[in-house]
Every structure is written in C-alpha cells, then in structure tokens.
C-alpha cells in the first residue's frame, strides 16, 4: 500500500458532468484541482458504462433558445462533430478529452473517497481533508484544499463532513408546492439499468438465465411500449428501488439484481413470445452499474422549489439556468400498475441561484448535480444532465473565487455574486438575463460599426407546403416600430385570413402572452401570393413579436428552405406532439402546445413590412451572450457569391490587446443530445462562421494578426503575442459553415 497527500485549490470528488464541468471551471480560472472519480470513466450516468442521454434545458426540444453554452455546450457541439452516430464510447472520449486539455486539473480515476477529516460544530463545521482509495494501485491518497465539491450525487462526501440535507419528498405545508404529499416520506425516484441489442444477420437464440423474471406476471408489457430495436435511454423506465422501504444506495445491489432479472425477462419476452420480430436480434451490451436518480439533498442557503420554477422567480444570485419538465416517476417504478409519471414545464428557462450550490453548515464544501438544495419537486427539473453541468461549473468558479478571496462560498454570495456572475459570463456560461459588462473589456468602451448589417427579415426560399389545419404562429425581434407582415400562402377558395400579434411575456419566454393588434384580410382563390397583414406596433423596449394566424382550412403556407437567425415558427398543436419518453406531459402548457417540432429547421415563410435594428453591429458589445427578448447578436447582409463581410472596433485612443475572444453563432435553439435521439443534418452549426481574419490597423493599413480556416466552434479565444498598438481592430468573415449572413454574437478585448 502506498499513502500519499495531494494538495490542491479545489477538490472535487465525483467526475460525473457536474464534477467534470466543475473541475474544468476552477481549473480555467487558475486554481490547482484534483477531480476525483471512483469508477474507471467519467461522465456519471452519461458515461458507456450507464448510457443515459445528456439532456438539459431544452427539453427534447419543447423549450425554446434553450441549449446551454459554457463546458457542456463546448462538449455537446464537439460530440455532434466527433460523433455524428452517437456511439457512448466515442462520448466518453470527449469527455476525457476535455479534461485532459486542462493543464491545472489532476485526474485520479478509480479512486473512492469513503472518509472526511471535518471538524466543528454542528452549524459551523471545516473539511480539512477526503480520503480515497485507488482500486488496482493500492494508493490510499488524502486530498487536502481549501474548498471542497460534493458532486458525487449521492451526496456521501458532504454527509461523512456532516452536511444538513434530506431524502425523500417534502410535505406540502413546508414550501406550499402542488405536487408535493400531504405528509413528508422517503419515496425517491428509483435507478436503473439499460441494455443495447443489435441484428446479428442470422438467427440467434436466447435460452433466458434462471434468475430473469417472467414479465407477463407483471404489468410491465400492459403498461409500457417497447419495440424489438429498443436502446438505452428508450427503456428508461427499467426503474427500481424508489419506494420508502428501498433505499436507493444501502439497497443497490439489491436493485441491481431486479433490474437484471427484469432486464433479461424482458429480452426473453421480446425473443421467444413470437410477439415480435427479433429471431436474428442479440444482446450487445447489458449495464451493470445502476444508475441513479435520486439520494441525498444538501441543505444550502437557499431551496430551490417548484414554485419558482414554474414563476420563473429571478434570483439576485442567478448563476445558471434549467428548463427540463418537472419530471418525477411512480414510486413502485416499472411496477407501478398505473402510468402516473408526471411532467409539468414552465413557460420558459428558470434561474437557478449559487446559494442552491453551497451547505448551510459546512463552511468550505460546495455541490453541484442531482444532490443539490432543492425540493424533490424541484430536483425533477434540475436532475438532467447539462443542467448538473451548468451548476458544476457555476459551483467550480465560485470555489475558485473562496480559493482566491481566503472566503467561504456564502460570502461569495454577500459581497462578489456580481464578480462571479460576470467572470462565469467571461467564459460564456449559461446565464439568462444578465449582460456581460465587467470593465476588463476593452470592447465595451469601442464604437462598433460594420460592412453591412440586415435589416429586414425575409424568410422567402420556399421548399415545401403545410396545410393549415390548426392555427400556426412565428416569432421575429422588434427593435423600432413594426408595421406587419407579408405571409406567403395558397388559397383554394376565396377566404378571411385573421392574423393576431401578441408580446411574448419574459424576455426568456417565446410563447403568445399579451394581444396587442390585428388584422383580417380578404384573399382571393391563388396560389403562391404574398399577403399583407397590418400590424403596427411601436413596444418601448425591443422584444419579440409572436404572431398568429388563425387556422384556416382554405390556406396552405410555405415553410423556407432554411432556418433564419431571429425567427422561429410554431404550429398550434391540438395534442401534445412529443416523444414516447415524455408521454405523460399534456397540451395545457404553452410551450408545448405551440409547438416548434414538427416544423424542425423550416420555418413559414414571411417578411416584415419594416426594418429592424435588431441585427446592428453594437449587439457584439451589447453583453448578452443568447437570445433575450431579441437575438443579440449582428447579422450582415447576405454574403452573396463570396463577398467577406467585417466588423469592426474602434476607440479614442490606441489600445495594446493581449486577448481576443469571439462568440459565434451556434444556434442554441437546436436541441442536442450526446447520443443522438435525435441527430441533426449537419455536424458544423451552419450558422456558425468558417474562415475569418482578425486585423489591425497599424500604419494606415490593416495587418493580419490572425487567420484562421475551417471554424466549428462557438467561442473562440486569441492570444495576441506580438507587441500591438492600435486604435481599430476588425473581424473579416470570409465565410461561414452554411449560412448566407456572417453571425457573430460577441467581441472583447482584454
Ligand atoms: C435511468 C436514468 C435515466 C435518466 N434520464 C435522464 C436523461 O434522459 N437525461 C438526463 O440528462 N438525465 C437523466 N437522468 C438524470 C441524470 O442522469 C442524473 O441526475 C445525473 O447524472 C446527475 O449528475 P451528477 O453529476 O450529479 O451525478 P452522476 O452522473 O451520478 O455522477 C456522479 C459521479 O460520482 C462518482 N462517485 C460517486 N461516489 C463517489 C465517491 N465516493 N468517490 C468518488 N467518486 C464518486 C460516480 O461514480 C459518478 O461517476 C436519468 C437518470 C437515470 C438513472
């Protein structure tokens, strides 16, 4: 046996996407970190030894300009590239990946902390040290820092430290939630392992082992539809162990047992019932580490509820945004003899705020994924993925600042939140609402102006028809006054068109909230016509428009041959058009029944009547990093037959850059997923810019100071090593990944 000390910054113990996104965030930030996992991969229940979907915020692709950016979002848009199949193994290695890039993160794979050094007394106690053991070396390692992160979902860190937290469903009385019981319990959600099948091209057979459970004894093939080509994630609800009686972690090798006798009864039942097609099917991979969903909660400063969820409430202290339904499960799981999941989503992104992120008790210990202070209502929202990932690396930065500052995260909270809202948006992390304005960037104090800008939305490439059998809507920013629209349809017969526009609420929120004005034109019988509707409107602040047209059985649209930057369209479903995982949730919610799926990247073709300055260049320093209340972002004019297009930066007096960072365009209305539920028709964001130059102007000329091809990323972060001194610098775009406009969503200049 060897023992050892490592010394760190910053701790964090668990290397699921919370841990790895945490560690990632303190690492960049400077700060020594020691990220410590106890299984041989990393990525938690993301990982191929679990396979669960990373999903987040835009919730299968119900909510809208939803996807996180930040850690995830790097990881999410690289995967699409690296691994357009979505296979699990090629996810761990961007994970990986991703970790190894950072020089001031120490990994230590396979090792298990199971003891604390804490002391102090209950209301105010000090972790001076973790313990763990690393399985196939022999190494017992003590990892002392400063700070602590508790990103092991289970939460077994901040107990052994004597953490306050609680298992199990609050009662109604205590935060006055709808959903929650009368009486408080120890129900959670239960775990669960998947499987993978494959066609072997020949006949295969399955003689089931004598543990796999008969399923027809049970309601399981009444009550849940399954198909022979199955995967992972479609079978999520293979799930165990949630009822009061079963503990989700003293009890887990128990659950693992059931669910593997489950897991082959049902293979048994696919392949030798004669129900279903599966003679040449075998079985490529059965899990064998349950995945969990729910166990400890820490107490922090703050409990997140389902109220402010579906309220949307702003927190002082917003560091990162979830979206997912409320999503909670029957107790008895896949026995539950009546389907009675339940999912609620809100109108929009809510805030999730830091003080949901530290322990009321432990001075010095942090947390991040499924265990944080949060109502069990609420942690139905906050438990998927990208959101864990989001909070990782709100918790990493502000680790990193306590480290920094010789301070505990709640005076993080008291005295910096505004330094750490800023420096995590530095970073392009995933906050709504607040703008990028710390003084560090010399960008914010340059006149910006450009080549060209647009400045009227024309969404008029028609490749396709839709029937107007329900009414449908689109949304595009108004920055200035709005006229109307032309929208271009079909009509079969003489008839009224009746078209309505309402204001959007939030300026997170893309759903009709207040009518404003409308108008009913007569059309006559003919095809292909571009009608126009009247709609002034003149609204104080730039927002959203949503408009509607009122179904129609005479009229027929055209959607547009391509996805255009500002605009998004929606028909008004009269079910809810969603997928098999999400079956429980109904139409009553706006976000769901005006729905953007079926539409996918083919938006209804119009135009606006007016201009709009929502595209103008100064949206490169106007701080806000995604969609909010408008794109945010400067769109050129169509970059016809190879035009380049710039933007360029400009102050008062030379400036001597040492960093450049550019924010482009990825869309964050597409919905990811790391394995590829759904798979996009493209592996670069087309709207994202390909080859540019950054110049400078020195000398009366502009001089390259950087070029580069063959762009698929987001954020992009330039080191200026050459003595520069200048007063203008520019950004050419020479072209993009697809789309007619150069997008850039950001400039700064340190
Ligand atoms: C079957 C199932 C389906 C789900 N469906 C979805 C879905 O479709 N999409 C989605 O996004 N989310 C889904 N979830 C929820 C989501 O997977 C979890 O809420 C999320 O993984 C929590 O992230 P985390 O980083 O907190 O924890 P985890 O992903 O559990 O990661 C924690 C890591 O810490 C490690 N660890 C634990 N204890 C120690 C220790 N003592 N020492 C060192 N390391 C330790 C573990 O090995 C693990 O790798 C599902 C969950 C399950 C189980």
């Known amino acids: 046996m060897k023992y050892e000390t490592v010394r760190s910054d910053v701790t964090v113990i668990g290397g699921g996407l919370a841990g790895v996104s945490a560690a990632i965030s303190a690492a960049r930030m400077g700060k020594k970190v020691a990220l410590v996992q106890n299984r041989p991969v ?31 979002g790097e990881m999410l848009v690289e995967n699409q590239f690296l691994n357009p199949d979505g296979n699990p193994y090629y996810w761990d290695l961007v994970v990986l990946e991703r970790v190894r890039k950072e020089p001031n993160i120490q990994l230590f794979l396979n090792t298990n ?22 399985m196939g070396s022999e190494r017992m390692i003590r990892f002392e820092s400063p700070m602590f992160l508790d990103c092991t979902g289970d939460g077994l860190v901040g107990f052994l430290a004597g953490a306050k937290y609680r298992i199990g469903r609050e009662a109604k009385h205590e935060f006055n939630e709808e959903w929650a019981p009368e009486e408080s319990d120890n129900v959670t959600l239960g775990s669960t392992m998947f499987f993978y099948t494959k066609d072997a091209g020949h006949p295969v057979k399955f003689i ?5 459970k008969d399923i027809t004894k049970t309601a399981i093939p009444m009550k849940r539809v399954f198909k022979a080509g199955d995967n992972g994630c479609y079978y999520w609800w293979i799930e165990w162990g949630g009822e009061a009686h079963i503990d989700t972690i003293h009890d887990n090798e128990m659950i693992r047992d059931e669910l593997w006798s489950v897991i082959y009864g049902i293979w048994d039942y696919i392949k030798n019932s004669g129900k279903f097609d599966a ?19 820490f107490i922090g400063d703050y409990i997140l509820t389902q109220n402010d969820l579906i309220n949307q409430k702003q927190f002082e202290d917003n560091i990162a945004f979830g979206g997912w339904s409320m999503d909670l499960h029957p107790p008895e799981g896949m026995y539950a003899s009546e389907y009675v999941s339940k999912l609620y989503c809100p109108d929009g992104n809510y805030q999730i705020p830091f003080r949901s992120l530290y322990s009321k008790n432990v001075e010095n ?78 960008a914010l104090n340059a006149k910006v102006k450009a080549s ?112 255009v930057t500002g605009t998004l369209s929606f028909i008004r479903e009269k079910k809810a058009n969603i997928s098999r995982l999400l079956e429980a949730i109904n139409n009553d919610q706006l976000v769901v029944q005006w729905s953007k799926k079926p539409l996918k990247r083919n938006p209804f073709c119009f135009r606006m009547l007016s201009d709009t300055d929502a595209f103008s260049p100064d949206k490169v320093t106007d701080g806000y990093l995604r969609p909010y209340g408008g794109p945010h972002m400067w769109l050129s004019e169509n970059m016809e037959e190879g035009r380049e297009e710039w ?23 597409e919905d990811l997923n790391n394995l590829h539920h759904i798979k996009t028709p493209f592996e670069v964001f087309p709207e994202l810019v390909k080859d540019y130059r950054i110049e400078a102007y020195l000398d009366n000329e502009w001089k390259v100071l950087v070029e580069e091809k063959d762009n698929r990323k987001r954020r992009r972060v330039h080191n200026i090593v050459e003595d520069v001194k200048t007063n203008k610098i520019r950004l050419v775009v020479e072209s993009t990944n697809g789309s007619k406009y150069a997008e850039v969503i950001a400039i700064r200049v340190k």
């Open 42 to 72: 990393l990525g938690g229940n993301s990982s191929s030894e679990i396979r669960v979907w990373v999903l987040g915020a835009t919730g299968l692709g119900v909510n809208r300009y939803a996807r996180e950016t930040g850690i995830i």
């Open 113 to 134: 902390v199971y003891e604390v050094e804490a002391d102090g007394d209950e209301n105010s106690r000090r972790i001076h040290a973790a313990k763990g053991f690393m």
């Open 208 to 212: 089931a082992p004598s543990f796999a």
């Open 279 to 297: 003679e040449t099917m075998t079985l490529e991979w059965v899990g064998s580490v349950p995945g969990k969903r729910e166990h400890r909660r």
């Open 365 to 442: 210990l942090m947390f991040a994924g499924r265990n944080i202070s949060a109502t069990h209502v609420a942690f139905g929202s906050t438990r998927v993925m990208a959101t864990c990932s989001v909070m990782g690396e709100a918790a990493g930065a502000g680790a990193a600042l306590c480290v920094e500052k010789g301070i505990t995260p709640r005076e993080v909270y008291q005295r910096h939140i505004k330094e750490l809202q800023q420096t995590l948006l530095w970073y392009d992390a995933s906050i709504i609402g607040i703008p990028y304005n710390d003084k560090k960037d010399l």
């Open 452 to 563: 060209s800008q647009l400045k009227r939305i024309k969404v008029e490439d028609p490749i396709k028809t839709y029937e107007n059998s329900t009414d449908i809507a689109f949304i595009f920013p108004v920055e200035g006054k709005v006229d109307g629209v032309e929208i271009l349809l079909d009509a079969k017969e003489d008839t009224i068109v009746e078209v309505e526009l309402w204001d959007t609420g939030k300026p997170e929120n893309y759903i009709p909230h207040k009518f404003k004005v409308k108008d009913s034109v007569s059309v006559k019988k003919g095809e292909k016509q571009w009608v126009t509707f009247n709609l002034p409107w003149n609204p104080a602040q730039p927002q959203n428009a949503f408009v509607i047209v009122r179904e129609n059985e005479n009229i027929t649209f055209y959607q547009n041959e391509h996805q």
């Open 647 to 669: 933007i360029e930066l400009e102050w008062d007096q030379s400036i001597k850059p040492s960093e450049i960072h550019l924010v482009f365009n990825d869309d964050v209305n």
